[in-house]
C-alpha cells in the first residue's frame, strides 16, 4: 500500500520523507491556499519544491473547469516535472481531458469522486488514479468506507489498472480499514502516519525496558 501525504506544507512533507515511508503527495486549491501561495508563479513554483522533497507522484490540481482550459493548464502542470500527476475534478469536461491526458501518457487523479459510478467512468477514461472521498461521506451521514470497498471490487472484477487513492482519510482506523479494504494508496495528514506509531503498551513496555537495563548497567 502506498502513503501519500495530503498537504502542501513543505514541513510536513519533509518529515514523512525523513520517516522514510512516503511514497507521494496530494495537494489541492484548499490546501495551497492554506499555505498562503497565491498566484499562478508562486503556485507553479511551490509544486516544484515538493517534487524535489519528495521521490514519488505529487498530484496538482487544474483550476479550469473547461475542457481546453483543463488541457492548457494540466499539460504546463505536467511540464514542470515528471513526478506530477495531473488532478482533474470529476465532471463531464474532466472526464473528457483524462482520456486525452490518458492517450497522451500524462498521469492523472481524477478527484472528488463519491460514487462507484463515477470511479467507473474516470477509470473508463484512463486515469491513473481515482480518489474517493471517505471522511466527506462519514460526514453526510454516508460510509466512506463502503465506496472503497465497491471500487476496489469493481475495479478486480475488470483488472482496471487504475489505482484507488483513498482520500479524505482523517484517522488511524481509517487509514487501517482502506488498507484491509486494498486500497492501493491512502492519503492522509501527517498526524495520520504519525498516528500509527502509537500505542500506550509500546510507550510502557520500552520504559520497563530501559529501566531494567540502567538497574544492571547503572
Ligand atoms: O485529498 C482530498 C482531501 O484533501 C480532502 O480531505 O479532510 O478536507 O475532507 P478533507
Same mark, same amino acid.
Given at each position: ?25 496530494? #495537494?489541492?486549491? %484548499? ?8 498566484? #499562478? ?8 519544491? +515538493? !517534487?524535489? +522533497? ?47 491526458? %490518458?492517450?497522451?501518457?500524462?498521469? #492523472?487523479? !481524477?478527484?472528488?469522486?463519491? #460514487? ?51 482520500? %479524505? ?6 487509514? +487501517?480499514? !482502506? ?13 495520520? +502516519? ?25
Amino acid at each position: 500500500m502506498k502513503f501519500f501525504i495530503d498537504t502542501a506544507n513543505l514541513k510536513d512533507i519533509q518529515e514523512a520523507v525523513e520517516l522514510g515511508v512516503l511514497d507521494g503527495v496530494t #495537494t489541492n486549491p %484548499s490546501l495551497m491556499a492554506k499555505e498562503g501561495i497565491r498566484g #499562478t508563479d508562486a503556485v507553479m513554483s511551490h509544486y516544484k519544491k +515538493i !517534487c524535489e +522533497i519528495v521521490d514519488g507522484d505529487v498530484s496538482a490540481e487544474v483550476i479550469a473547469t473547461d475542457y481546453e482550459g483543463i488541457i492548457r493548464e494540466g499539460e504546463a502542470l505536467a511540464e514542470l516535472h515528471p513526478n506530477i500527476v495531473v488532478k482533474v475534478p470529476m465532471i463531464r469536461e474532466g472526464v473528457k481531458a483524462i482520456k486525452y491526458f %490518458s492517450e497522451k501518457g500524462i498521469k #492523472t487523479n !481524477c478527484t472528488l469522486i463519491f #460514487t462507484a459510478g463515477q470511479a467507473l467512468l474516470a477509470a473508463k477514461a484512463g486515469a491513473t488514479y481515482v480518489s474517493p472521498f471517505v471522511g466527506r461521506l462519514d460526514d453526510i451521514g454516508a460510509d466512506g468506507l463502503q465506496l472503497i470497498q465497491q471500487i476496489v471490487d469493481i475495479f478486480s472484477n475488470y483488472g482496471y489498472p487504475t489505482q484507488v487513492l483513498a482520500a %479524505s482519510v482523517r484517522h488511524v482506523p481509517h487509514l +487501517i480499514q !482502506c488498507a484491509e479494504l486494498g486500497a492501493d494508496v491512502v492519503t492522509c495528514p501527517l498526524s495520520v +502516519i504519525t498516528g500509527l506509531l502509537n500505542h500506550p503498551l509500546t510507550d510502557k513496555g520500552l520504559a520497563t525496558f530501559l529501566a531494567d537495563h540502567a538497574k544492571v548497567n547503572g
